[in-house]
């Protein structure tokens, strides 16, 4: 059965840091492209970062970039997000996704129907 199960969210006051995780099973890791997408309270779905499946390249939001870093390590089947200096627009829920290919365009990370599998989501608040 495929599973990604996220972890590390929580509350952290703005300029703060918190690093998620995301362990994957079920499906070979290394075969496919990730990203974390997040839903703010009463807002839509909002792509943050991608890594194809190699870790090789990555893309990021604008909203994020520079702050954000989105890496993997597929000897641990684990994605990770990085998030260094947030603000209280960061608050929401952050989901691991997979792609159904192993490398993307910054344009495809963003196509909701290129993702078949999802976690079930961490919760992040900014807040002082």
């Known amino acids: 059965e495929l599973q990604l199960v996220e972890s590390g969210g929580g509350l952290v006051q703005p300029g703060g840091s918190l690093r998620l995780s995301c362990a994957a099973s079920?499906?070979?890791?290394?075969?496919?492209?990730m990203s974390w997408v997040r839903q703010a309270p009463g807002k839509g779905l909002e792509w943050v970062p991608g890594?194809?499946?190699?870790?090789?390249?990555?893309y990021y939001a604008e909203s994020v970039k520079d702050r954000f870093t989105v890496s993997r390590d597929n000897a641990k089947n684990t994605l990770y997000l990085q998030m260094n200096s947030l603000k209280s627009e960061d608050t929401a829920v952050y989901y691991c996704?997979?792609?159904?290919?192993?490398?993307?365009?910054?344009?495809?990370?963003?196509?909701?129907?290129?993702?078949?599998?999802w976690g079930q989501g961490t919760p992040v608040t900014v807040s002082s």
């Open positions: 996704a997979k792609l159904i290919m192993p490398t993307a365009s910054v344009t495809s990370y963003s196509d909701y129907e290129l993702y078949d599998d």
């Open positions: 079920g499906f070979t890791f290394d075969d496919y492209a």
């Open positions: 890594i194809n499946w190699n870790g090789g390249s990555t």
